[in-house]
């Protein structure tokens, strides 16, 4: 009997995190905000160790204080626009269901981090996208996607990415605290390579020692577990990122159009992402949304992808 990839990855995660430093648990979607377009739905879970972790130092040529190490699983779905057609629509993205498993190893220090990252994963129908989303769509009661059977087939992924970020000392305005986070990161594999730059300001009612990165259009956003830490009183922050992200490969689009789609490759992405993090003792609670604009001059249909986030973060003694 075929296993369900999907099942079984979760299961290995949670037992993996029966006895967890940082969790981190994520979910994107676009009915968020009202759309139902081409990245449609996102779901992300982040391990992160305490910087005393025991892990061999796979950085060692970098001579900063700090080490720790995260594992990570990326679940994500993608559609065409129309979803009420059988057949495929070839000016348009094809269906297709994506899953990654990410190791991450850091060095770090107050101000500055650096990562590297080894995943593994699938695009296809292993990956249970389809049965995911006609069950969202029955429980909430939208209309069934029709095309899934012409969804993407199965195909390995595999690739590496470096990151460095840098995070200013807060400042005080009044009552408030002010801090601001750059990070460059360069991915190489089959799914994804490509290059992004990103910066993200935040404002919060007291200092922060977190990294405030802005992220990825898909995929967990690890280096944000990077020094977070319990709260004794309620606390807030509100942050604003942009980043641009330049492609050289993207396996969707690279595949659809070697299955004849009628798609230009993708070649770069500007995005925006507002957020409000409310933080109580070990917990924290984000809201966010998420703009993309992407070079898709080969379709008809949007360019503009807009998703809304919600976030929780926990310590655990």
């Known amino acids: 009997m075929k296993k369900n990839i999907l099942t079984v990855s979760l299961a290995v995660l949670i037992c993996s995190w029966a006895r967890a430093d ?5 979910l994107e979607n676009d009915a968020i905000v ?5 990245y449609t739905n996102g779901m992300y879970m982040t391990w992160m160790s305490d910087a005393d972790t025991t892990f061999p130092d796979l950085l060692s040529f970098i001579d900063l204080g700090q080490k720790n190490v995260a594992l ?16 495929r629509d070839l000016d348009d993205l094809p269906y297709a269901g994506y899953l990654d498993f990410n190791f991450l190893a850091y060095k770090s220090s107050a101000n500055v981090f650096h990562e590297v990252g080894l995943n593994v994963g699938m695009v296809g129908p292993s990956t249970q996208a389809d049965t995911l989303q006609k069950r969202f769509h029955t429980v909430f009661r939208f209309d069934k996607p029709e095309g899934w059977d012409n969804q993407l087939r199965d195909e390995f992924l595999y690739g590496a990415s470096y990151q460095i970020g840098y995070k200013t000392d807060p400042v005080s305005l009044g009552d408030l605290s002010f801090d ?7 991915d190489l594999g089959n799914f994804y390579t490509g290059a992004l730059v990103g910066t993200t300001l935040r404002l919060s009612s007291k200092a922060m020692r977190s990294f405030s ?16 830490e319990p709260q004794k009183s309620f606390t807030w922050a509100v942050s604003l990122g ?3 992200n330049k492609f050289h490969t993207y396996y969707l689009i690279d595949e659809a159009i070697d299955e004849g789609y009628r798609l230009d490759k993708l070649d770069d992405m500007v995005g925006e992402k507002l957020a409000l993090d409310l933080l109580w003792a070990d917990v924290k609670l984000s809201f966010y949304l998420k703009s993309v604009d992407t070079d898709m ?7 503009n992808e807009q998703t809304g986030g919600i976030g929780l973060v926990w310590k655990w003694d």
């Open 180 to 186: 601001w986070t750059t990070n460059a990161k360069a």
């Open 22 to 26: 940082t969790v981190s648990l994520v």
């Open 34 to 38: 009202g759309q139902d377009h081409h």
């Open 242 to 244: 942009v980043f641009y």
């Open 213 to 228: 990165t802005a992220g990825n259009f898909i995929g967990a956003n690890e280096s944000s577990l990077l020094n977070y």
């Open 72 to 87: 990570s699983l990326s679940h994500a779905i993608f559609t065409p626009e129309n979803k009420d057609i059988r057949t």
């Open 297 to 303: 001059k080969g379709t008809k249909h949007s360019s």
